[in-house]
């Protein structure tokens, strides 16, 4: 195991009923900048729960937060939030109108010049607004981390920082917003905490078995409640412990002090920034051509991972590695999401503009930094 | 899943050679009271390292905190507290250490009449001086929580209190500190952990998967790794994958959404009070004889238990049940742990006494609060 540190203050607060808590939990006198995205919560309910627990605070609201937020549209918040003196911010919505927040937090306080240099530059966040959360989809694990990915469309450039600053005070996690999720949100939601595990966890063993374990109970629990989500969206339990498995993907405990790889995220992004693609699928197509063409380095992760949890424990180890990477995709189409580039009418060209970007960027990726231009040519290839 | 909230801010810091970032995690100017226990930490080394890395600081010492620390022993640094106007507490050694420096926290600024109603009457705490820990044995999982237990010795009582106030503002991890622990504080560290995690999880299945497998992730690494620690104890892989397990196991992390038990040490910290047997050694003469007399209520759990830590599969119910409970006897017993009432010379008296005291208290306990002096007394007798 790695030396490492750790802290993570956000309080959770879960269960149904729960976002009646949301006032309670937010600093007396506060003006709060209520943020949404596409307007889901009108129809769910959630805004209505939020609204009635935060009647005794003055609330100006910000809604048309994009999915893979907009740096332009990001800007226009902190404006509003500058001209109106907002003290405290209140996401309602998922992980896209979370980060979006995030980014508005720290940009609202920002001195050094354009906010854009938190993203382009890592410009280090002296100070934030404070966030609350209300969660309505469970995906990104963005509730209980410092994490934002922003998209600056202008650009096609799709960047993120992370600040303990940014952390939300509270997050409040319903599972009951799952109930009126369409299908295709609840699937992307499943793979994305399934690849976010992956990514702390496939690489090469460092002897940590409590974070293996933690990675592995997560992603068995990923592929047994997920489908019973899927298969029937009023399953109380099932949504919970989707909902608890998300959040536990990506609050950093699982990976402490150990390797970790990104690779899938890096060359996704491209696919969202030049196509799109909503972001767990762009994972869904990576993350196959990543452990074909990593399987000697990530040998002993995928051996581990096929066994823990699909059994896959006979045949040679490049047939048990083969298998592995079949059951993981089998899993990822069962619940909707197709895995192949043409599938998403993606061609060859891509590749070779992908490739060039990261040529010019002229760092390479992965636990090992050691996948360039041709490993990623080679992986995306993987995926005609 | 129940509804629950979960917040835990502390920062460990976690790996060798990391006692020398003590100082850096205390604020400026802080006055320091370094409180420590019977004077271990001036022969391993940490003493050293800790001054060396606090030399900018105005450090005053306290020490000679007992295993089960004496509310008198820390009423003595709660004057001396006042008296220097302390402003940072570092607590540099174990459980004990730990726990009686969150009470001296707690206790310091105390203004609702004597401190001793913390623990008595769970008097609320509203504010407590900040603490910082160095941890010099993996057992308590204090290091992580707001949790304190402190013994009077005038009326043989040993009470506890929580607050998330008196949760340590960073919590030094460095598994060297193993290195040169008796055989005896390993092995009581291993079980204290495991307990701690039985308390959290042998109760009714809720459909808790996470919760479920991560205390299953932290029973089974416990299980291998304790006594590669016991073996050879300079394995410093063994070494850190044991201390994380015993953070982990105690940092209210598995025991979110879940029911709870706590029998154990309740009836366990009878047998520390009255006859001063280590609190490890306590819970591993209990335990076994809980799930005895607890094996219908407990069944699914146990069951469950002994499939995923010993792979216990095959036979009836109560065979299964059985085996269980050997095989947990035979790896309590394996480190070194007796776990009979007659190995360390208690006599049917004592259940008598203990009885007649539970029976004053006139509250009953375990997850369904339904252990009596009745089923407490079939609990001691199954184990003498």
Redesign the interface.
């Known amino acids: ?18 976002i009646a808590k949301t006032g309670m939990n937010i600093p007396e006198g506060s003006k709060i900048l209520l943020t949404y995205g596409g307007g889901s919560i009108f129809k769910n309910g959630v805004y209505d729960q939020v609204k009635a627990s935060v009647k005794d605070f003055e609330v100006i609201e910000f809604g048309g937060i994009e999915p893979n937020p907009h740096y332009e549209t990001l800007m226009k918040a902190v404006e509003l939030v500058k001209k109106e003196q907002i003290t405290f911010l209140l996401s309602v919505g998922g992980g896209s109108v979370l980060d979006g927040t995030k980014f508005i937090a720290a940009a609202a306080l920002f001195t050094q010049g354009d906010p854009w240099l938190i993203l382009s530059k890592q410009a280090k966040v002296e100070s934030a607004l404070p966030i609350g959360a209300v969660l309505t989809l469970p995906a990104t694990g963005s509730e209980m981390n410092g994490n934002s990915v922003v998209t600056r469309v202008e650009t096609t450039e799709k960047l993120s920082f992370a600040s303990l600053l940014v952390m939300p005070h509270f997050s409040i996690l319903d599972p009951e917003v799952i109930f009126s999720l369409p299908e295709k949100q609840v699937a992307n939601g499943i793979v994305d905490a399934f690849v976010h595990v992956i990514e702390q966890y496939l690489t090469f063993p460092v ?4 974070q293996d ?2 990675a ?3 992603l ?2 990923l592929v ?2 997920g489908p019973k989500v899927l298969a029937n969206r009023t399953d109380y ?1 099932a949504a ?2 989707l909902m ?2 998300a959040t ?1 993907a990506l609050n950093g ?1 699982i990976g ?2 150990v390797p970790q790889d990104w690779a899938t995220h890096m060359i996704g992004h491209e696919l969202t920034a030049y196509h799109g693609i909503d972001h767990a699928r762009t994972l869904a197509i990576v993350l196959p051509g990543i452990m074909h063409i990593e399987r000697v380095q990530k040998k002993d992760k995928i051996m581990q991972l096929g066994k823990e949890v699909w059994g896959i424990s006979v045949g040679t180890d490049d047939e048990r590695i083969d298998q592995t990477i079949g059951k993981m995709i089998e899993f990822f189409e069962s619940v909707g999401i197709p895995t192949k580039l043409p599938d998403y009418g993606v061609s060859t060209e891509f590749i070779d503009t992908v490739c060039k970007r990261f040529q010019q960027r002229g760092f390479k990726i992965g636990e090992k930094a050691n996948i360039g231009p041709a490993e990623i040519r080679m992986i995306l290839e993987d995926r005609l």
Chains 1, 2 share one sequence.
């Open positions: 195991m790695y030396n490492f540190e750790y802290q993570n203050p956000v309080k959770i607060i879960f269960g149904k009923g729960e002897n940590s078995p409590i374990r933690f592995e109970s997560i068995k629990t047994e409640e339990d919970a412990n608890w498995s536990m405990l402490v002090g």
